[in-house]
Every structure is written in structure tokens, then in C-alpha cells.
């Protein structure tokens, strides 16, 4: 990275600091050249003179930032190495210690990684830095969690669904404690076996947090607001629900959203509740013949959008962590085989509660990168699964 100090006075990676500060603060909408060059005491003529245009300012953040966590996985990965040949229990407490690394101090590279991906899964063109970038954290996670490097969808996938809630959860000790059961089973195959975690010891950790207040939708015009934030949240993310915004899409006062919502996270928790109805929706009206769904249902992927956004959403507003872990639990409860069904994939029948906690963060991380990586849902869940099968049965041949 060049440190050194431009005739223009500021250099690259003070650049590439102060961007990732702003993304962190506020999301990636902030990432512009005028708050940039303010952030650093420059105009913006300097700015763009050292990075060029806004898109080229993003590519070049990504491939910096992308070159900051390339270090991150070295250093890990030496450390893999270094301990040679391990159990699956050491390799999930190898696990645990990098991914908390990564989400504490490394927390700006963190959000940051996680922010392109949800922008990215909004849009409807690919970003070549990104996809890079995947392509190399896909292969470490799945190197460390699974000592190889064939299983990049499932392992990346895992981890950053699981990154997105621990950036707000990680200094609740239980949240700490659920996070490494998780990861032994996860990192033991993720279906029960002799020495598999006790799937209460999961579920009950996961209750702990309890029940988050309730958000009333008990009316027409409540139900309209609730149902544009939910539009908002699946078209142009979390961070653009406003009380201005979701009065635009439906086509009511400000003062009216205010009315009925009170504060901002009220309101992101009653479009993503919409959001929720909305895919129960679309299961009743497909009934026992949700199997034949097209790939790709938009219902699915707002929920996927929905939930991993407010995972990273309330590591900004704290008001919103346990509507987050609730949406965790909840997510793992529904999940089943016959949620896989439609995909075509019929992976995991018969596996516990804990299995399946561990099956909705990795298949809804996979989400994330599927939409930002424009791949056809089916082929890609199918192909990612199909090759953790074939590694399970290689660990017990």
C-alpha cells in the first residue's frame, strides 16, 4: 500500500482510511468524493486527481481494501499451516479467533466487504474488484474452516452472514458462546454426529435474547407505510429507509409516516415484518407445489436482501439488535428440507435444529453473493451443496 505523501498532499492510503471510516459510519452511499476530501481537509479537485472519478474511486477502495484482507488471510492462513494437521475442533477455534479478528479489528474491512455485496446485490451489473475479492475470501474461509479449498460458496457464505450479525452481537458473551457452538458444528460437518453439539444448547442460547417489542400493523394506511419501507428495503437498502423516502413510495406525507412509525428503526422493522408476509405469502399461494417455483423467486431474495441488511443495519443503530438475532432464530426455526425443495436440492432431511440454524446462515450468505454475483439460483445452490455432501463423505470414508 503506498503511504507516501503526494505533492498534493494526501496519499492513497489515507484516501482508502478515510473512505473506509465513512462506510463504516454510514454505509456506502457515503463513500463521496466531497466528504471524502472534507474528512481530510483537501478539495476535491485533489481527490479526484489521486483516485478519478466516483467509479473509479470505488474500484479503487475495493482493490485496496481487497489488498488489506489479502494480509489478513496470509496471516491466518500461516497459521494454519504452522499448527499442521488438525481435528475439527481446532480448526473451529482457529475459526472463531480469525473471524473475531475480522469483525473487531478488522471491523472497517469488514462492513466495508459486506456493504459492496449488498450494493451490488441491488444492482443489476457485476463489479470485477468485487467478484476478486470473493473469489479470494472464498478461498481462505473454506481452507481454514474445511482444509480445503472446494468449498469457497458455503464457507464464504457462512461467514458472512455470520460477520453480519456478530458486528452489532459480538461483546454479548452469549452471542460469543452461540457463534463457537455454531461453528463446531458447522466445521464438523453441520449434521448431528457422535460428537456433535447439543442442538438445545444452540436453540436455548438463541432464546435467551428473547422476544423484541412488537410492531403493530393493524391497520390499512399502517399497512401501506409498512409495505413501501419493505419496497424501499429490498430496491435501495436499509440505509435509504427514511420517513421522506417511504412517504414518497407510498404516496403520503412525511408527517404521516411519522405519525404512525415514530422513530427510523420502528419503521425498518415494520417494511422488513413486510417483507416477511410478503414471502409467506407467495409459499401459501404455491402450496404443496412450492418445488415448481421459477429459480430465482423475487420472494425469497427479498428476504434473503432483508434479513442479511438488517443484520449490518444494527451494527449502526442498536435498537435494532434484537429484531436481528430474533430474525436469526427465526430463520433456522423455519428452515427445513422442505425449504430446500423448491430449490431442487433436498439436502439435510432429518437434521436437528441446530443443523438448521446452521443451513439458513450459510444458504442466506450464499444468497448475498449469488445476487451480486448475478449466478442462477438453483445451479449455484445446487453445485455449492453437492460439494459439502461430497466433503462430508469424504471425512467419513
Request: with cysteine.
Amino acid at each position: 500500500m503506498n503511504r507516501s505523501v503526494s505533492p498534493l498532499g494526501v496519499s492513497v492510503d489515507a484516501i482508502v482510511d478515510q473512505a473506509l471510516d465513512l462506510v463504516a459510519a454510514g454505509g456506502l452511499a457515503e463513500l463521496t468524493l466531497r466528504p471524502l476530501a472534507t474528512g481530510l481537509g483537501v478539495s476535491v479537485p485533489v481527490i479526484s486527481s489521486r483516485m478519478g472519478s466516483k467509479g473509479q474511486l470505488l474500484e479503487g477502495v475495493t482493490r485496496a481494501a481487497h489488498a488489506r484482507d489479502r494480509a489478513f488471510f496470509g496471516k491466518w492462513r500461516d497459521l494454519a499451516h504452522a499448527a499442521g494437521v488438525m481435528e475439527a475442533a481446532a480448526r473451529a477455534a482457529i475459526v472463531e479467533l480469525a473471524l473475531r479478528e475480522w469483525v473487531t479489528r478488522e471491523r472497517r474491512q469488514a462492513i466495508f466487504f459486506i456493504e459492496l455485496i449488498h450494493d451490488r446485490a441491488l444492482r443489476p451489473d457485476r463489479f470485477p474488484a468485487l467478484e476478486d475479492w470473493l473469489d479470494e475470501a472464498g478461498g481462505f474461509w473454506s481452507e481454514l474452516l474445511f482444509a480445503e479449498t472446494s468449498l469457497p460458496d458455503v464457507a464464504l457464505g457462512y461467514v458472512l452472514d455470520e460477520a453480519g450479525f456478530s458486528l452489532s452481537a459480538d461483546q454479548d458473551p452469549r452471542y460469543a458462546l452461540l457463534r463457537s457452538l455454531c461453528l463446531q458444528r458447522f466445521v464438523g460437518g453441520m449434521f448431528p454426529g457422535a460428537n456433535a453439539v447439543e442442538p438445545d444448547a444452540i436453540a436455548l442460547l438463541i432464546a435467551s435474547f428473547g422476544a423484541p417489542p412488537v410492531v403493530q400493523v393493524d391497520d390499512a394506511k399502517r399497512q401501506l407505510i409498512a409495505d413501501s419501507a419493505a419496497s424501499v428495503i429490498v430496491s435501495q437498502g436499509i440505509e435509504n429507509v427514511t420517513h421522506r423516502s417511504v412517504a414518497l413510495a407510498a404516496g403520503v406525507p412525511a408527517s404521516t409516516v411519522v405519525y404512525h412509525f415514530g422513530g427510523r428503526p420502528t419503521l425498518v422493522v415494520a417494511g422488513l415484518h413486510a417483507v416477511i408476509a410478503r414471502f409467506h405469502s407467495r409459499r401459501s399461494d404455491l402450496g404443496p407445489d412450492r418445488g415448481n417455483a421459477p429459480p430465482d423467486d423475487p420472494s425469497v431474495q427479498d428476504l434473503i436482501k432483508a434479513t442479511s441488511m438488517i443484520a449490518l443495519a444494527s451494527a449502526r443503530e442498536p435498537s435494532l439488535v434484537p429484531y436481528a438475532i430474533d430474525m436469526r432464530r427465526r430463520r433456522g426455526e423455519n428452515w427445513r428440507a422442505s425449504d430446500m425443495e423448491r430449490l431442487g436440492i433436498g439436502i439435510g432431511a432429518g437434521f436437528d435444529r441446530a443443523a438448521a440454524q446452521l443451513l439458513s446462515i450459510a444458504a442466506f450468505g450464499m444468497g448475498m453473493i449469488g445476487m451480486a454475483r448475478k449466478l442462477p439460483e438453483r445451479d449455484y445452490y445446487a453445485r455449492a451443496l453437492a460439494a459439502f455432501e461430497a466433503w462430508r463423505g469424504r471425512r467419513v470414508a
